[in-house]
């Protein structure tokens, strides 16, 4: 029986890491990359969004059924994935401070 508590006080040890904002040399160079990524990400998500509207608005407009639903998933994707590019620093801080509250 000891050797259980022994067993679950081991998992519940803290090594005691927690994210040091001048750790390693780069930071502010990895910041801007980041960033940059994020900003391509957005730019490549407005022109999804236009070609899968137009797509959508073709495909309405022509009777293709296939075109149009194609398009409307596009949009709704991009819509998507512009909600998430958009909200990632919020979405990652939020989980980021959430994780830290588990002990």
Do not use: C
């Not at 508590?5 to 519940?12: C, E, I, M, W």
Request: hydrophobic residues 50%; proline residues 3%.
């Amino acid at each position: 029986m000891s050797y259980l508590a022994d067993a679950v006080t081991q998992l519940a040890y803290d090594p005691g890491i927690t994210p040091n904002e001048g750790g390693l040399p780069g930071l502010t160079v990895l910041k801007q990359v980041m960033g940059s990524l994020n900003l391509f990400g957005i730019i490549a998500v407005v022109g999804a969004l236009a070609v899968s509207a137009g797509v959508w608005a073709w495909g309405h407009h022509s009777g293709g059924h296939q075109a149009e639903a194609n398009g409307k998933k596009g949009v709704l994707v991009s819509a998507g994935a512009a909600l998430l590019l958009g909200a990632a620093n919020g979405v990652v801080a939020f989980f980021s401070a959430l994780g830290s509250q588990v002990k």
